[in-house]
C-alpha cells in the first residue's frame, strides 16, 4: 500500500516561450502566477516512526528557494530551454529529488484551469 502526500507553493514569474506559431500569445513576453504542488510518497512499511511520509515542515526550504530563486524572476533567464510548465515541472523535480527521495510527482499549473504534471 502506498501513500502520497501533497504540499502546494506559490509564486509568480513571467516567461517567453519559442518556436510557436507567429501571433500565438504564449510567444509574447508574459507572466503567471504559478501553483506548484510536490507530491511525496511511500510505502505503509517505510513511514517515519512517527507514522509520516515525511513531516510537511521539512518541505519549507523549498518554499525558502521557490522564493530566492524563481519568484518575481524571468523564467528564461534560469531555466534551460523552453519554460513551459511541463519543463518546469520536470526541472523541479531534478532540482529536488535528491533532497527528497520520496518526491514521486511534481505539478505545475499557470492557470486555475491548467496543470502539467511530471511522474517519473
Not at 516561450?17 to 509574447?28: D, F, P, V, W
Not at 513531516?55 to 523552453?82: A, M, R
Not at 518546469?88 to 484551469?113: D, H, M
Request: proline letters at 5%; glycine letters at 6%; a negative charge.
Amino acid at each position: 500500500m502506498t501513500l502520497r502526500i501533497t504540499k502546494r507553493f506559490e509564486f509568480s514569474a513571467s516567461h517567453q516561450l519559442s518556436g510557436l506559431a507567429e501571433g500565438h500569445q504564449c510567444a509574447r513576453l508574459h507572466g503567471h502566477n504559478y501553483v506548484v504542488e510536490l507530491e511525496l510518497s511511500a510505502t505503509v512499511d517505510s513511514l517515519t516512526p512517527t507514522g509520516f511520509v515525511r513531516d510537511y515542515g521539512e518541505l519549507s526550504p523549498f518554499k525558502t528557494w521557490i522564493d530566492k530563486t524563481v519568484d518575481h524572476q524571468h523564467l528564461n533567464d534560469i531555466v534551460k530551454g523552453n519554460p513551459t510548465a511541463e519543463n518546469l515541472a520536470i526541472w523541479l523535480y531534478e532540482q529536488w529529488s535528491g533532497n527528497f527521495p520520496e518526491l514521486s510527482a511534481v505539478r505545475v499549473s499557470e492557470t486555475p484551469k491548467t496543470w502539467a504534471e511530471y511522474c517519473p
